[in-house]
């Protein structure tokens, strides 16, 4: 994939390692096990497969969401153990087990969403909350620790007030309860789900061992359509989900809308952004976060690629990059494990590779003869899937990471 020796001609980008065809529908997402060699792929027919990707095969297949609904997103991390989530667009997402020959025959737990619209939903990257920490530190009392002083805890605790209730004194919700409250106990814990709502511009989070939508952002309450801060917005139609270390383990969500917007939350503030910028002059269809949580790269219908830094300090957002494109329409971003490479899906049937960290373009990739509607790497950065309307998913060896062969 680099220049030639001598002057000669840079060499041409490679094809793909293999093709995983089986698909009747164009495939809409794709995700790899956090730490065995399978992929998951959902098309628009509703069909959920489940790849081997040492021996290039289908280990199964299920029809996850029927009626023509088709699955629009797949997702899968190290914090939800053995499991697959699959969106449809029947309002539905489903909790699959992850068994030795594909996935269980029906799904562990069924979430009445009655979301549908267009965006892909997002499970929680982590950058640092270590595993000592999280051992130390209960999941109920993880969530927002450096708001609060332990004398003003300690007060709290002889009046009677619980910790719940203050970490959530700000979110201004009339279905507010204790009980409500204490579905927040597993935010440390990471098992969650952030998905656009029944309300297209707003954003849910799910807990994902009890089906239960906690909250909703904004958290607004008698608030006009003028002063929202996301109703003139339009649908929201990128999400990612993720934790900072800097943050106390806390949620934060990057949101992006069909005016070209990206907003930037913070649990602990869930009724205004901490940051609202707006890089694209169309919709925001992918958004990415880097290993670290503190940058990403978002595609749109625009022709443009934008990569950013977050500061957590300041609570701020910055573009680092914009990429001109010749052709339009980038619906999906993915960034691999150790922050090297970047990739992006296009309308234009092309797989774009990058310096994540320079935002230098370093090949594109022509395999596919249908819009590209998704990218993926694996955990251990050695693989790439991508996947078409062209019925298939490929799968590639880029820029392998040092150490291996």
């Given at each position: 994939?680099?220049?030639?020796?001598?002057?000669?001609?840079?060499?041409?980008?490679?094809?793909?390692?293999?093709?995983?065809?089986?698909?009747?529908?164009?495939?809409?997402?794709?995700?790899?096990?956090?730490?065995?060699?399978?992929?998951?792929?959902g098309?628009?027919?509703?069909?959920?497969?489940?790849?081997?990707?040492?021996?290039?095969?289908?280990?199964?297949?299920?029809?996850?969401?029927?009626?023509?609904?088709?699955?629009?997103?797949?997702?899968?991390?190290?914090?939800?153990?053995?499991?697959?989530?699959?969106?449809?667009r029947?309002?539905t997402?489903?909790c699959?087990?992850?068994?030795?020959?594909?996935?269980?025959?029906?799904?562990?737990?069924t979430?009445r969403?009655?979301?549908?619209?267009?965006?892909?939903?997002?499970?929680?990257?982590?950058?640092?909350?270590?595993?000592q920490?999280?051992?130390?530190?209960?999941?109920?009392?993880?969530?927002?620790?450096?708001?609060?002083?332990?004398?003003?805890?300690?007060?709290?605790?002889?009046?009677?007030?619980?910790?719940?209730?203050?970490?959530?004194?700000?979110?201004?919700?009339?279905?507010?309860?204790?009980?409500?409250?204490?579905?927040?106990?597993?935010?440390?814990?990471?098992?969650?789900?952030?998905?656009?709502?029944?309300?297209?511009?707003?954003?849910?989070?799910?807990?994902?061992?009890?089906?239960?939508?906690?909250?909703?952002?904004?958290?607004?309450?008698?608030?006009d359509?003028?002063?929202?801060?996301?109703?003139?917005?339009?649908?929201?139609?990128?999400?990612?989900?993720?934790?900072?270390?800097?943050?106390?383990?806390?949620?934060?969500?990057?949101?992006?809308?069909?005016?070209?917007?990206?907003?930037?939350?913070?649990?602990?503030?869930?009724?205004?952004?901490?940051?609202?910028?707006?890089?694209?002059?169309?919709?925001?269809?992918?958004?990415?976060?880097?290993?670290?949580?503190?940058?990403?790269?978002?595609?749109?219908?625009?022709?443009?690629?934008?990569?950013?830094?977050?500061?957590?300090?300041?609570?701020?957002?910055?573009?680092?990059?914009?990429?001109?494109?010749?052709?339009?329409?980038?619906?999906?971003?993915?960034?691999?494990?150790?922050?090297?490479?970047?990739?992006?899906?296009?309308?234009?049937?092309?797989?774009?590779?990058y310096?994540?960290?320079?935002?230098?373009?370093?090949?594109?990739?022509?395999?596919?003869?249908?819009?590209?509607?998704?990218?993926?790497?694996?955990?251990?950065?050695?693989?790439?899937?991508?996947?078409?309307?062209d019925?298939?998913?490929?799968?590639?060896?880029?820029?392998?990471?040092?150490?291996?062969?």
């Amino acid at each position: 994939m680099s220049g030639g020796g001598g002057g000669g001609k840079p060499r041409p980008p490679p094809d793909p390692i293999a093709v995983m065809r089986g698909h009747r529908a164009p495939v809409m997402d794709a995700c790899f096990h956090p730490s065995r060699p399978l992929l998951f792929s959902g098309s628009a027919d509703g069909e959920l497969r489940v790849w081997d990707t040492a021996q290039h095969r289908t280990l199964s297949s299920t029809l996850a969401h029927g009626g023509g609904a088709g699955v629009y997103s797949v997702a899968t991390n190290f914090a939800i153990g053995n499991k697959v989530v699959s969106q449809g667009r029947d309002g539905t997402c489903k909790c699959w087990e992850i068994e030795e020959a594909g996935l269980s025959r029906k799904p562990l737990v069924t979430f009445r969403t009655n979301s549908y619209h267009f965006c892909k939903i997002s499970l929680v990257k982590s950058a640092s909350c270590s595993s000592q920490s999280s051992k130390a530190i209960p999941a109920s009392e993880r969530i927002v620790e450096s708001d609060y002083s332990i004398n003003e805890l300690e007060e709290n605790k002889k009046n009677g007030v619980s910790k719940e209730s203050i970490r959530f004194s700000d979110v201004n919700c009339a279905e507010r309860s204790q009980a409500h409250l204490k579905d927040f106990s597993t935010m440390g814990e990471r098992k969650l789900m952030a998905l656009a709502g029944e309300d297209s511009s707003m954003v849910e989070i799910w807990d994902l061992a009890t089906a239960k939508k906690l909250m909703r952002f904004p958290q607004t309450s008698n608030v006009d359509a003028a002063s929202h801060p996301t109703m003139q917005r339009g649908m929201c139609m990128a999400i990612q989900a993720f934790i900072p270390s800097e943050s106390g383990c806390s949620l934060n969500l990057l949101s992006g809308y069909e005016d070209g917007s990206m907003l930037w939350w913070d649990i602990r503030k869930p009724s205004l952004p901490l940051s609202t910028v707006r890089y694209h002059s169309e919709t925001v269809l992918s958004l990415a976060v880097d290993g670290t949580c503190s940058g990403g790269i978002s595609g749109s219908a625009d022709n443009k690629i934008v990569m950013f830094s977050l500061d957590h300090r300041m609570g701020t957002c910055t573009m680092r990059k914009e990429i001109s494109l010749e052709r339009s329409g980038i619906a999906g971003t993915a960034i691999r494990g150790d922050n090297k490479i970047a990739a992006t899906a296009g309308w234009d049937h092309r797989v774009r590779i990058y310096d994540y960290r320079k935002g230098n373009p370093l090949a594109i990739l022509k395999y596919h003869s249908a819009s590209c509607n998704a990218v993926a790497f694996s955990a251990d950065s050695k693989l790439m899937a991508s996947c078409s309307e062209d019925t298939t998913v490929a799968l590639w060896e880029l820029y392998p990471p040092k150490g291996t062969s």
